[in-house]
T-cell receptor
Framework: DTGVSQNPRHKITKRGQNVTFRCDPISEHNRLYWYRQTLGQGPEFLTYFQNEAQLEKSRLLSDRFSAERPKGSFSTLEIQRTEQGDSAMYLC???????????FGPGTRLTVL | QKEVEQDPGPLSVPEGAIVSLNCTYSNSAFQYFMWYRQYSRKGPELLMYTYSSGNKEDGRFTAQVDKSSKYISLFIRDSQPSDSATYLCAIESTGRRALTFGSGTRLQVQP
């Protein structure tokens, strides 16, 4: 257990519905990352926060995706109008400012029917 | 062509064997190299982290980086059934915080 928690652990939804995931970082970690991992692939970067500022977004993050990190603590990732192609594991990782080591949470597995 | 290439396996070895896992990369800006282990339906867990060419050892694990060849390796000595997992190489470039992962190699250690 790295100390990074994610909720829910599993989410099953119907196509077209909106879903929101939450990540709670290790308390002193000011950088927070979201990745997406599909079956048989490594994680792919989605977006990154330093404190409450969203500093980088991947081309993978379409307009249907939005991430927030109010007050630089927990973060949420929302997917609007879900599509079957959104089915994946969504991973959160956090790190301090003094190290590049990223610690991953257990992930949220999304299934879009 | 992907920036990081990794043999997907699966790789099956008997208990006690030495395992060699490898990745190649194409971007010279990559400067920080990591190996993560991921058990089924879990998040990746950091095993090794290095930023220089050469070897770094931690218990049964040795990470090797050859920047001139853009080649990184993870060696596992005296492999155990508990080492059965997917191993992901991950690389970070200078000035960019996101990690670029290989596709992962699935390892099965047979008792």
């Amino acid at each position: 257990d790295t100390g990074v928690s994610q909720n829910p652990r599993h989410k099953i939804t119907k196509r077209g519905q909106n879903v929101t995931f939450r990540c709670d970082p290790i308390s002193e970690h000011n950088r927070l990352y979201w990745y997406r991992q599909t079956l048989g692939q490594g994680p792919e970067f989605l977006t990154y926060f330093q404190n409450e500022a969203q500093l980088e977004k991947s081309r993978l993050l379409s307009d249907r995706f939005s991430a927030e990190r109010p007050k630089g603590s927990f973060s949420t990732l929302e997917i609007q109008r879900t599509e079957q192609g959104d089915s994946a594991m969504y991973l959160c990782a956090t790190t301090t400012g003094s190290t590049d080591t990223q610690y991953f949470g257990p992930g949220t597995r999304l299934t879009v029917l | 062509q992907k920036e990081v290439e990794q043999d997907p396996g699966p790789l099956s070895v008997p208990e006690g064997a030495i395992v060699s896992l490898n990745c190649t990369y194409s971007n010279s800006a990559f400067q920080y190299f990591m190996w993560y282990r991921q058990y089924s339906r879990k998040g990746p867990e950091l095993l090794m982290y290095t930023y220089s060419s050469g070897n770094k050892e931690d218990g049964r694990f040795t990470a090797q980086v050859d920047k001139s060849s853009k080649y990184i390796s993870l060696f596992i000595r005296d492999s155990q059934p508990s080492d059965s997992a997917t191993y992901l190489c991950a690389i970070e470039s200078t000035g960019r915080r996101a990690l670029t992962f290989g596709s992962g190699t699935r390892l099965q250690v047979q008792p």
